[in-house]
């Protein structure tokens, strides 16, 4: 049985929306943590940690633009697997 090979085509237009999605994700999360009081130690950290992950789910969907990083890598990130970035 024959295999086809579908390779994803990235316009222009499409590359700079992920971007710009990307970049408000990113700047929503570095704003959330002081948001929260540190004096409200319990939600502070928890905002934190959701924060954290938003931006390391930023970073993937970057690497994801470029279609030549590994896709086991993107896994990676998002599964928490060995060799997240």
Not at 30 to 45: A, I, K, T
């Amino acid at each position: 049985m024959a295999t086809t090979t579908v390779k994803h085509s990235w316009n222009d237009e499409r590359r700079r929306l992920c971007l710009e999605g990307v970049y408000e994700l990113d700047k929503i999360a570095r704003v959330l943590p002081g948001l929260v009081p540190l004096e409200d130690d319990q939600n502070h950290y928890a905002v934190k940690a959701l924060a954290g992950r938003m931006l390391r789910l930023t970073h993937m969907l970057m690497l994801g633009l470029d279609e030549h990083e590994a896709t086991a890598k993107l896994d990676g990130v998002i599964h928490f697997g060995v060799g997240a970035g």
